[in-house]
């Protein structure tokens, strides 16, 4: 200490990173995946657990980690004031606490909370999102209350969220974060006892740091600090930049009352697409041009060119379409204007591509000629956005998915030659999402979570009097069989699962068979990532780095002394 003349009572700042064992590895999930306790000592987290995932616990002065009983099917974790008790919403929209000391979970709230973060105040209440109102609630951690409205959600500017809530120590305040369709994310803060909000920053993922600052982070992954005042609820200077995030992990982040940071390192994975044979054999699609940084892919008709969708890293856009001819033709641009351009799918002659593009006044479904030659054109216009869509084999149809909050995802179609309004084919309470037509026209697939978890269904097209659970052990990404014999998806154990179809005017299908497991390969809940060719080989993306890049966890502690120094240095 001599030597290094640092001032009496400041604390040096470490930094090192913590690696679990494969047995309590993390397990990301969307949002914070981490919390730490106010006076740093104990880390919660998602781990794994024997129905998919559970909330862990690493203390400090342990080697290991411990699961938490009763926490099956966690979400985004968060402390009580006491570091006692960790409140964490599940996969179907509880709210519920768990004591660290043992015991059952008590649920607070039994539905409609949304899986956008929450918060414990000073004031005995928890605070989360309601995917009723889309604003902030508020429920007494003891239970036995409903939930109260504690901000109301605005409409001037489009659909607004308001979420990652953050309770200020002094009890007048919750920071939270406010996401609309077309605008950046802005923080907010509201008063608890008017109701009333103002907008801070442009932001996400607010915080209140004891050394009397607001912490945010932007979407490119940039850290930020400005000096706030709790009692005015006012950012009160400029912000000053902390240090970089991966634009993968910036959410997830956690940070005590004593000054010790968290957060996780997660690289991001080299999606290269790839041929794979029903017996999980794999070649690549091109040896002299690889195809990477792909997020989803659609295979023409004829099975010659491949419209894939880009993935940036460094931006929150969903990128551009691209398309390749197969097997060694060059990867062309294919879209150019609008930050989204994505999940593309093919007309059934071959000569155009259907994407979703935001170059509009939101996400509508865009057409166009596959060589190129003709500009863009609005294909279907509608309200809120629409996140998906397909035509029908005859090109009468055009199934598509609309909304994209939670609860309010819903399938509709329209005969693109007829109809000015989609109907609703799939409309419900739950999520349904990825729908796709049998060659024949006659059967819709699609995922709902109406049981819970995501399960693969099918019904009567476009009249739907019946309806069928395919899935057993979960479902994603359904995808027909060229010749409609078959029916493929993704099942809850990461397999890729084949039940045959038979022909005709009832639906029958026939036992799940298992082809090869999935784990490698790239899945999405909200739209199918792979495409299957007329002579079974399966197109996916495989996720090379997930072989041998795990995730991190970094900490640093006595943080909040660099924080100091960097803001009196400003």
Do not use: C
Not at 525 to 536: E, I, L, N, R, T
């Amino acid at each position: 200490w001599g030597w290094l003349g640092r001032p009496e009572g400041i604390l040096p700042v470490i930094r090192y990173t913590l690696v679990l064992p494969d047995a309590e590895r993390l397990i990301a999930t969307p949002g914070p995946s981490i919390a730490v306790s106010p006076n740093g000592a104990r880390l919660v987290y998602v781990g794994p657990g024997e129905e998919g995932r559970q909330l862990w616990l690493r203390e400090r002065h342990r080697l290991d980690g411990v699961p938490l009983p009763g926490t099956e099917g966690a979400w985004q974790p968060f402390f009580a004031p006491d570091g006692d008790r960790v409140a964490f919403i599940t996969e179907d929209r509880q709210l519920k606490v768990v004591p660290l000391a043992g015991g059952p979970p008590l649920t607070l709230v039994d539905s409609a909370i949304d899986r956008a973060g929450g918060s414990w105040g000073a004031d005995g209440y928890v605070y989360v999102t309601s995917t009723t109102t889309r604003g902030l609630v508020r429920v007494h951690a003891t239970g036995g209350s409903a939930p109260e409205p504690v901000t109301q959600v605005g409409a001037s500017l489009g659909v607004d969220y308001h979420t990652w809530p953050h309770t200020l120590p002094n009890g007048k305040g919750v920071l939270f974060t406010i996401n609309r369709d077309h605008l950046d994310d802005q923080v907010a803060v509201v008063n608890i006892a008017t109701g009333e909000y103002r907008i801070l920053v442009q932001g996400e993922l607010a915080k209140y740091l004891p050394t009397g600052h607001l912490l945010y982070v932007l979407p490119d992954g940039a850290m930020l600090a400005a000096p706030f005042d709790q009692d005015q609820l006012r950012v009160t200077g400029p912000p000053v930049l902390l240090g970089t995030l991966s634009v993968l992990t910036r959410l997830d982040l956690a940070v005590s009352a004593g000054g010790r940071m968290v957060w996780v390192r997660r690289p991001a994975p080299i999606n290269q697409v790839v041929w794979v044979d029903r017996q999980g054999v794999e070649t690549p699609i091109d040896p002299d041009d690889p195809v990477t940084g792909i997020r989803y892919l659609a295979l023409s008709p004829d099975g010659r060119w491949l419209a894939v969708n880009t993935q940036p890293v460094l931006t929150r856009d969903d990128g551009h379409v691209w398309i390749k001819e197969l097997p060694r033709g060059p990867l062309s641009r294919f879209t150019f204007e609008g930050a989204v351009n994505f999940r593309p799918s093919w007309t059934p002659d071959g000569r155009s591509v259907v994407f979703i593009s935001d170059r509009g006044d939101n996400r509508d479904v865009w057409t166009r000629l596959a060589d190129g030659s003709a500009p863009a054109e609005l294909l279907v216009d509608d309200e809120p956005v629409i996140d998906e869509a397909a035509f029908s084999r005859d090109g009468t149809w055009l199934v598509y998915r609309r909304g994209k909050e939670d609860g309010q995802r819903d399938i509709y179609a329209l005969r693109v030659a007829q109809d000015s309004v989609g109907r609703p084919l799939v409309n419900s309470d739950f999520d349904e999402v990825a729908p796709t037509l049998s060659p024949d026209g006659r059967w819709l697939a699609f995922v709902s979570v109406e049981s819970g978890e995501p399960n693969v269904y099918v019904r009567p097209f476009p009249s739907a009097d019946a309806q069928w659970r395919v899935s057993t052990n979960g479902g994603t990404g359904p995808v027909w069989a060229r010749d409609g014999s078959e029916l493929f998806y993704r099942n809850g154990a990461d397999e890729m699962v084949a039940v045959t179809v038979a022909p005709g005017s009832t639906f029958q299908h026939g036992e799940e068979q298992m082809l090869f497991s999935t784990g490698p390969y790239r899945t999405d809940f909200y739209h199918q990532a792979y495409d299957v060719a007329a002579d079974g080989r399966f197109v996916m993306i495989r996720q090379y780095q997930t072989d041998t890049v795990r995730d991190e966890l970094v900490v640093v502690e006595n943080w909040f002394e660099e924080v100091r120094t960097i803001m009196a240095n400003q």
